[in-house]
Nanobody
Framework: QLQLVESGGASVQPGGSLTLSCGAS????????IGWFRQAPGKEREGVSC?????????YYSDYVKARFTISRDHAKSTVYLQMSDREAEDTGVYYC?????????????????WGKGTQVTVWS
């Protein structure tokens, strides 16, 4: 059974880079897409980015992170990364990774299962 664990969250100042990791175990990721989602305080969970594991092609970045965040994967390590550059206070939230058995990405949280438990990112000034 596929399980996901996020790590790398921290309390940081605006600007600079922070890399989140999503480690997978229990199943091969060959036919999965992995998405990163975030939930800001008082807001609904929203899609951030998504990657197709088999070839590393990236399907999307949300408008508010485009050109600042980079998603990548290490297929051999069954790990997906989200590099957050030029951090902003609005990036604060709990970041989750989730998997979908699909060849196509979606920004809809309902299409993903299972989920990790999340990692907290706080950008303060």
């Amino acid at each position: 059974q596929l399980q996901l664990v996020e790590s790398g969250g921290a309390s940081v100042q605006p600007g600079g880079s922070l890399t989140l990791s999503c480690g997978a175990s229990g199943s091969t990721l060959e036919h999965y897409v992995i998405g990163w989602f975030r939930q800001a305080p008082g807001k609904e969970r929203e899609g951030v980015s998504c990657i197709l594991i088999s070839d590393g092609s990236t399907e999307y970045y949300s408008d508010y992170v485009k050109a600042r965040f980079t998603i990548s994967r290490d297929h051999a390590k069954s790990t997906v990364y989200l590099q957050m550059s030029d951090r902003e206070a609005e990036d604060t939230g709990v970041y989750y990774c989730a998997a979908a058995s699909s060849w196509y990405c979606s920004s809809l949280a309902d299409t993903f299962n299972p989920w990790g438990k999340g990692t907290q990112v706080t950008v303060w000034s």
